[in-house]
């Protein structure tokens, strides 16, 4: 859920089949909201027809809502914060993974290299999005989107986020002519083989073929430039990579260890001592790369561009932009 959620994904939310099989404790959350949630819920139904949503969107969508504590269990133990970078990459690059990958970038050579010229995005990279994001289509979530998003609007921890996320589903059932029972996606509310959040469907998805839809649920074609889109409309730079691999001297400054705000060129990094995994000099001419390392001090760590940092828009977590990465590099050594 495009979107990528631990500041939750825009586009999606990553490997939800995975957390959904997770064991959970069996205590039941308490939800934070000031007021009961049929008084939140009067409340959200004045405000969506303030802003034009129908009658018959707000009617179909909001009858019967109830919040559901198990999205509040699932929202406190996402795996981008909860687990090492190790046993993220582990669970999540396998060699199948890999496999299917590839496959599918040969079977959609021409797709991709539509989409590619379009938008200027590698399509290893979209198919490294895919593929974490629903696992290429398999595994696009089959919660109550309208339900999920009602539920983490009526919780205290992001309220204002999810009730302009919840207003969004509603206008996307609007826009496509839906009702709310075929809109179903992620916990947190992530929709198609992209997992575009309602908002960013709205801002970024793409009908490729021109038929008059934009399918995220069904088209390869609109599946793939809604990524790209996305990815191109936030600075996403088609002739360069997200990072690799880099090893730190002893006693290197931690405070310099932060991929937003600390960019330095790459022959500053190597003036400093990193080095690429294995001992060799930096590569690159990025004027702006920066260091990431998620597990702190003597865990493995990275050399990122530019790209890395867009990616933060799609999804925050450093350990799912590094999934992205050294995912998008196995697809593309094929």
Sequence with gaps: MSRTIASLRPGRRAAVAGLLLAPIAPAMPA????TDFNSWLQGLRSEAQAKGISRRVIDDALA???PIP???ELD???????????????SRITQTKIDNGRRRLVDNAGLFA???????VQPSFITALWGLESDYGRFMGDFSTVASL????YDGRRSAFFREELLNALRVLERKGMRSAELRG?????MGQCQFMPSNYLAYAVDHDGDGKADIWNN???VFASIANFLGKLGWKGDEGWGYEVTLPAGFERGLVDPESVRRPVTEWQALGVRRLGGGALTGRDAAASLSQPDGAGSRAFLVTSNFRTLRRWNSPQRFRIAVGLLADRLSAA
């Excluded at 992620?186 to 992530?190: C, R």
């Design 31 to 34: 939800f934070a909201a000031a």
């Design 64 to 66: 019967g809502l109830a």
């Design 70 to 72: 198990r999205i509040i």
């Design 76 to 90: 406190r133990r996402q795996p981008e914060v909860v687990q090492t970078l190790e046993a993220y990459l582990a």
């Design 114 to 120: 539509q989409v590619q010229q379009r938008f200027n």
């Design 150 to 153: 009602a539920t983490l609007a």
């Design 186 to 190: 992620s916990w947190a509310g992530a």
């Design 220 to 222: 390869l074609g609109d």
